[in-house]
């Protein structure tokens, strides 16, 4: 017999196939998670690389075209005044052209010169001197070019100017005879470093390289720009074939590697001009290499836990193989954690349920709001277009009609609020108006089984509170006390002028001892026990069966008022109902006085001035088209905001601009109204939308915002205001 095969020695079990497969996986799965890791963040890294170069490059050849533009205008401003003109003529009003030359270069910064050139390369007239020195400009590669007969913008390279003593590369134009003979040129000289001044905002951190260069590839201005703005000679390879001999109607766009950068190439407009735009591949990878060294230490530490882990599996199976009796406290355990588990899918499945709830109703807010737009706006058409002549039944029809849209906005105010779509704007507001202008509502939350009651306490202070949010907050605690009453009841909501100290507010770390506006609803339903009532403003915790209910409602009123700095109560017993306080704090500053409702059917009082309207939503456009119309105000209607951009790109007078925010076509009235700014500086602009989040993104850029569905009565005193201050500025 085998020494080791007695009876007194016992062989160790081998582990299961389930315990070497974790101890396997607790090397490999770290091993492969770091490798997929590794390949997902490089590419991740690249694509971001590619849509960096991309972008940039599309917003500086913007740029860049707009300078070209812009310096073209003044051009043409300067050839305008000398049109006709001979040698001895401009000689002999030289003065007077300088000083026309000078008002015309002073306001662009990025212009630092304007020149008058004559056929032989002789400088007649330049901005920034007088008498004008005298200097020969035939052997500059510009001027051979134009006088060989080139037409349309020419682009010198950058040299040091010797008036101005400041680097520049030169736009010149040639300038002509009636009969076509070369008389000479006018050009400006462009300063780099204004290119560089918006390269540099564009890309603050330095991570990219900018070049406007030439199709024949000689540079005109790089960022960074190194010790010198004087660039090297051309390097026609340098920019691609394709960029380089583009038609006229042709864009070539192309992002390509060259070395060790990644470089996108864009042709600016028109004009033999491109823009690059590049990312260094050395700062990418060493980017990725620290990204996965940081994901290899983790990988490390947990293959390191999951190894752990393992072998103390392993060591507990072996202890239990001779001690079975601890297998049912094991298998407790495990059911306790898949009890957890359970649970927290649920929660899970909630939290998702309030989220698909917050996407479907932002999502209808802004087609909703346009909708009740257009009914308001015909049904105040029809008032003013009836007038007296409306019967009564006409007019009750009428009436009915507005309600239903004010309710109807509302309701989609109220339903953004409670699904927590808006920011929190917590300002001075008078609770007891609020809480009348609201009981309709909760009286329907409530339905019929239920009765509200209002004991509102008089000479209430303001209090600081989110206007929305509160009444959201009402709402959820009204449909709690709806469903605690199966059978019926009433409901009192009661408002009251309070002083909470340290012992009240004990736990509470927002809120201060002080004044406070005690705003508590309370129902006659069931109650709730005290393990229940402890656990009422826990996230997810409901005792409603699954399906009737988030678990969020109260968790959402705990979070607002805190949010504010104030304080929840909560009182209840099984039998005696439930008591929910909300303690707002008082404001130091006065209630705002909601404006006064213009009265409905009452004719648009006139207006003089030319709007330029820009809603992608046909009804909407048509009615309030019409609307400024009848009112006096003369109106270009377009659906999107590239064709008002249009408008203003051909210069049609308009004395005011109004957009809607959200449009097709990839240009928001955000960016209609910056471009607008740009291109008209002082163009007073109001914006619409239906989108409470964008109200504010509108409102930080400096643009005055109206919430649809809106009056037209409002809308028109707003833009009267705007073309009076425009008036009073311009007077």
């Known amino acids: 017999m085998d020494p080791g095969q007695g009876p007194g020695c016992t062989k160790p079990a081998r582990l299961p196939l389930s315990l070497r497969g974790l101890l396997a996986a607790s090397l490999l799965v770290p091993l492969l998670f770091l490798a997929g890791g590794a390949w997902f963040d490089h590419h991740r890294l690249m694509t971001q690389a590619y849509g960096d170069v991309g972008r940039l490059s599309a917003v500086a050849r913007e740029h860049a075209l707009k300078v070209v533009e812009t310096n073209a205008l003044v051009l043409d401003r300067v050839e305008d005044r000398v049109r006709g003109l001979g040698r001895e003529e401009i000689a002999a009003q030289g003065e007077a052209i300088h000083r026309h030359m000078r008002a015309l270069e002073e306001p662009h910064d990025q212009i630092t010169a304007l020149h008058l050139v004559d056929a032989e390369g002789r400088l007649l007239v330049i901005s920034l001197a007088w008498p004008t020195p005298e200097a020969n ?89 190194g010790d010198s703005d004087l660039i090297p000679p051309p390097d026609p390879a340098a920019v691609p074939r394709g960029v380089r001999e583009a038609g006229e109607a042709a864009h070539v766009e192309r992002l390509g590697e ?116 257009a009914i308001l706006g015909t049904v105040q058409m029809l008032e003013r277009h009836l007038g007296p002549a409306a019967d009564e039944r006409v007019r009750r029809l009428l009436g009915i009609a507005r309600d239903a849209v004010d309710r109807g906005a509302r309701l989609n105010a109220s339903l953004l609020a409670f699904a927590r779509r808006q920011p929190l704007h917590a300002t001075a507001l008078d609770a007891n108006a609020l809480v009348r202008g609201f009981a309709p509502l909760i009286q329907r939350a409530l339905g019929e089984v239920a009765t509200l009651a209002l004991d509102l306490a008089p000479d209430l202070p303001p209090c600081r509170a989110d206007a929305a ?29 309070v002083r909470l100290g340290p012992e009240e507010l004990a736990g509470n770390a927002e809120a201060r001892p002080g004044a406070y506006v005690a705003l508590a609803l309370a129902d006659s339903g069931i109650g709730m026990p005290p393990e229940v009532r402890e656990r009422a403003f826990e996230p997810f915790f409901t005792t409603k069966p699954v399906g009737k209910g988030t678990g969020l409602g109260l968790s959402q ?34 209630a705002a006085a909601a404006p006064a409702p213009p009265a409905p059917g009452g004719a648009l009082p006139p207006a003089r001035g030319r709007v330029l309207m820009a809603e992608d939503d046909e009804r909407v456009r048509t009615v309030m088209a019409e609307a400024l119309r009848q009112a006096g105000l003369e109106v270009i209607a377009v ?58 993104d509108g409102e930080e850029h400096g643009f005055a915002v109206l919430a649809k569905p809106y009056d037209q009565a409002v809308l028109l005193a707003r833009l009267r205001a705007l073309l009076e201050r425009r008036a009073e500025e311009v007077g």
Not at 191 to 206: I, K, V
Not at 579 to 589: D, E, H, I, N, W
Request: proline share 4%; hydrophobic share 45%.
């Open 137 to 225: 400009l035939a052997g500059r590669d510009y001027f051979q070019r134009t006088a060989a007969g080139e037409r349309g913008l020419v682009f010198g390279a950058p040299a040091l100017g010797r008036v101005s003593g400041r680097v520049a590369f030169v736009m010149a134009r040639r300038r002509e005879a009636e009969d076509g003979r070369f008389e000479g040129l006018v050009l400006g000289s462009i300063l780099p470093s204004y290119l560089q001044r918006q390269w540099h905002t564009m890309d603050p951190e330095g991570r990219a390289r900018f070049t406007l260069l030439r199709t024949d590839g000689q540079a005109l201005a790089t960022h960074p720009r």
């Open 258 to 373: 060259r070395g060790e950068w990644i470089t996108a190439f864009r042709r600016v407009g028109d004009y033999p001009l491109v823009v690059g735009v590049s990312l260094s591949r050395d700062r990418i990878r060493a980017e990725w290499l620290a990204n996965l060294a940081f994901t290899g230490l983790l990988c490390l530490l947990a293959s390191g836990a999951l190894g752990g882990v393992s072998l103390l599996a392993a060591r507990r199976w072996r202890s239990e193989q001779a001690m079975r009796d601890r297998l049912s406290g094991a298998l407790a355990e495990l059911r306790e954690q898949v009890a957890r588990r359970e649970a927290a899918e649920a929660g899970l499945r909630q939290a998702q349920r309030l989220e698909a709830l917050g996407r479907l109703t932002g999502g209808i807010a802004h087609d909703f709001n346009n909708l009740l737009t």
């Open 469 to 497: 949010q509160l009444e959201a907050a009402l709402l959820n605690l009204a449909i709690n006390a709806r469903d605690a009453m199966p059978q019926g009841g009433q409901v009192r909501l009661t408002s009251r002028l």
């Open 557 to 590: 009123v705990f979070g607002f008022v805190r949010q504010l700095g104030g304080h929840v109560a909560i009182e209840s017993a099984p039998g005696d109902g439930t008591r929910v306080t909300l303690y707002l704090p008082v404001s130091a500053a006065p």
């Open 639 to 696: 659906p999107d905001g590239q064709a008002a951009l249009a408008v203003l790109v051909r210069g049609e007078r308009v004395d005011v601009l109004f957009s809607d925010i959200v449009m097709p076509g990839g240009l928001s009235g955000i960016g209609l109204a910056e471009a607008a700014r740009q291109l008209r500086p002082g163009l007073p602009v109001l914006l619409a939308t239906g989108y409470a989040g964008l109200a504010a």
